[in-house]
């Protein structure tokens, strides 16, 4: 496995390249959400490539870039059990030198749910994706449904900007009781733990609800909204209930749906969703 810091050195790289090329786009502090998209990469690709960089411009003033959680060691060790051949590890100086002006921004889908709640987080995303997709120029990225927005705003970029890669989509990845891996599970105490588990259980119960014929959404947003407001640790930044491709907001579910929330778990902010019908 190669650890590469310099955006120069991963273009030559790249450069030598004359095979498929999968990569998995992360910021690091790895668990097995992160592993199961690095083994996809490996599966479909011949070669496999990583990137750890915890993007400045997608976090709002008052997020948590400082304190996100990072230990590269422990991530190279993950990443090198599993056979990947390239760790691209750039800096932020590098990424965003001085008088970096440059940005890509997709409208629409990202003024809803996340991007409304978080300005300006998409175009650091998209911008920073595109910047990465540039130097290590991949057949195929993978993104995890877990950021349900993110992956349709990556794909309405690819779509629009005429991009090569494929954008490969994977599952959630859970804990045994159903809480969605990720980075920022790190700071959740126990009994934060514990309670973080009402998001999937808000989003099992919608399933069910609709499974069992209920197809008005303001009959399952009262039940879901019900079910988090009993969970004392927990309050609610939106509940959404939407077009699963547009995000429009629905109020019969008269097509694929997809139902998401953000929570805090006292100070965490947690997101999960689910896609129904
Ligand atoms: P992050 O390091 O949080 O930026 O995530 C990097 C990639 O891993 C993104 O495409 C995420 O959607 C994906 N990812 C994070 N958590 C999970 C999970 N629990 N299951 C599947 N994919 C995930």
Redesign the pocket.
Known sequence: MQVINSIEEMKQERKKLACTVGF???????????L??VRRAKRDNDVAVVSIFVNPTQFGPGEDFATYPRDTERDLEMLEKEGVDFVFMPTPDDMYPDGYNTWVETFGITSKLEGEKRPGHFKGVTTIVNKLFNIVLPHKA??????AQ??RVIQKMVADLDMHVKIMP?????SRRGL????RNNYLSKEEREAALVLYKALSTAEEMYMRGEQDVARIRVKITGIINQEPLAKIDYISIADADTLEELTYMDRSALISMAVRIGNTRLIDNRTIG
Do not use: E, I, N, W
Not at 170 to 174: E, F, H, Q, S
Not at 180 to 183: N, Y
């Open positions: 998995v786009p992360t910021m690091g502090y790895l668990h097995r959400g992160h199961t998209l993978y993104f995890g449904q877990k950021d993110q992956l994977v599952a959630t990845v859970r969605a891996m990720s980075s």
